[in-house]
Structure formats: C-alpha cells, structure tokens
C-alpha cells in the first residue's frame, strides 16, 4: 500500500475501527425500540439508572449478569458516546437502545422476578420497561 509497514499498520487500524463501528450502528439502529417506545425508554432512564445499579449490587445475581450490568454503567459513566449526537435519531438514544438491549440480556439470564424486585419506579413503568425489552411477564404474579 505505503510500502511502510507502520503507515500500512494504521491506515488497516483505522479502517478496521470504522468498519467496527459502523457494525455497531447497525446493530444499535436494529435493536432500537420502536414507535413511541423510544421516547418512553428516555422517560425511564432514571429509573431504570437505578434498577441497573441496584442489580449490579445483587450478589445473588450470577456473576456474568453482574459483570454485564457494570460493564453498561462504566459505558454510562463515559463521556464519550459510540454515536455522536449530531446523528438523527441514534444520537441522543444511544444510551437507552444499549440500556434496552442489556436488560433483555439480564432478564433472560436472571429472570424477570430479580428485575421486578429491584425496580424503583411505578407498576406502570414496569410495564413499560416490560414492553421495552420485548418481555412480557410470563408466569409471574402481576
């Protein structure tokens, strides 16, 4: 290419980071809730803020649901987005459309139970939270 191999090295890098991330922006667009679920799921990142934290805490979670859950709160805590805001749609909802996809991850693992005894929020967030992930309550006393 350069016929350096150090420049040959970054530019592959490089292109390597964007192909990445453009993956990861297709998967965020897919995995986005649809319809007015967006703006709902942007109504509820406080408390669900806290549901993340409360079971990241939960030592009879197991371990790979607790390390999922503080992996998504030092992505949280970052500065820095994986889609900047300037980018319609994706921008500002990022945070909750990875929130989202964690949640269903924890919820299939921990079960819908150990997420309804952590939640801080009303029923009626609940059910919003449950139309979110794309989990009904299924067998549960609600």
Sequence with gaps: MTGWWGWDLLIGIAVALLVTWLALIAALAVLRPRGGLLREALRLLPDVLRLV???AADRELPRGVRV???LLLAY???PLDLV???IP???YADDAIIV???LRSVVRRAGLQAVRRHWPGTEDGFTVLCRLTGL???GSAS
Aim: aromatic content about 4%; hydrophobic content about 50%; overall charge positive.
């Design 53 to 55: 934290r409360r079971l």
């Design 84 to 86: 900047p805001d300037f």
């Design 76 to 78: 949280l805590a970052m």
């Design 100 to 102: 989202t996809a964690v």
């Design 68 to 70: 999922r859950l503080g």
């Design 89 to 91: 749609v994706l921008g």
């Design 136 to 138: 009904a309550e299924r």
